[in-house]
């Protein structure tokens, strides 16, 4: 027996949540196509983090999956990170 707010609010947490994972899904999808077989992304409305399988990335590497994950949320650059889980 929730109040309407307490509706409202939890189907916007809901709404909220499911738009992150479809972002978050997106981004993944974005990276393995440049070639990375394994990458994990974490997403946050004020936060990206990409976990990703390498042997090592190069500047321009890391240079497109900061640009793809500046083009699919609003997240500033200083505040995505990437991270590179070698064999």
């Excluded at 240079?63 to 949320?73: N, P």
């Amino acid at each position: 027996s929730l109040e309407a707010d307490q509706k409202a609010e939890l189907a916007m947490k809901a709404a909220e949540l499911s738009q992150s994972i479809e972002i978050e899904g997106k981004i993944e999808n974005l990276i393995k196509a440049k070639g990375f077989d394994e990458c994990m992304v974490y997403y946050d409305t004020d936060r990206v983090d990409i976990v990703v399988k390498t042997e090592g990335l190069t500047d321009e590497e890391v240079m497109q999956m900061r640009d793809i994950a500046i083009r699919e949320t609003s997240v500033p650059v200083e505040n995505i990170s990437i991270v590179e889980i070698t064999n």
